[in-house]
């Protein structure tokens, strides 16, 4: 599954975009953002907490409860500010 960060994300973890095999038990994006932030430090800095987290599955805004099985793509970013 192809993962990409945006804005503060991206700078926190270092990478601009990631292919990883998620194990069979990630089943949300929930599930998801507590799996990343289990891998290193970067990653529990950038996801520290979940609930400032937007994410798109395959280009769609999702919530955190929505199921990821068979998406392509998922983008990780900050929310958005006017201005």
Known sequence: MKLVY?????EKIGKTEEYLDLP???LTV???IFYLREQDEAYANA???P?????AVDHTHAQ???LIL???EIA???PMTGG
Request: charge should be negative; aromatic fraction near 10%.
């Open 6 to 10: 945006f804005a503060w994300i991206r």
């Open 24 to 26: 069979e038990d990630i």
């Open 30 to 32: 929930r599930d998801l």
């Open 47 to 49: 996801l520290a907490i």
């Open 51 to 55: 609930e400032l987290i937007r994410v």
């Open 64 to 66: 955190h409860d929505q």
């Open 70 to 72: 068979g998406a392509n």
């Open 76 to 78: 990780l970013f900050p």
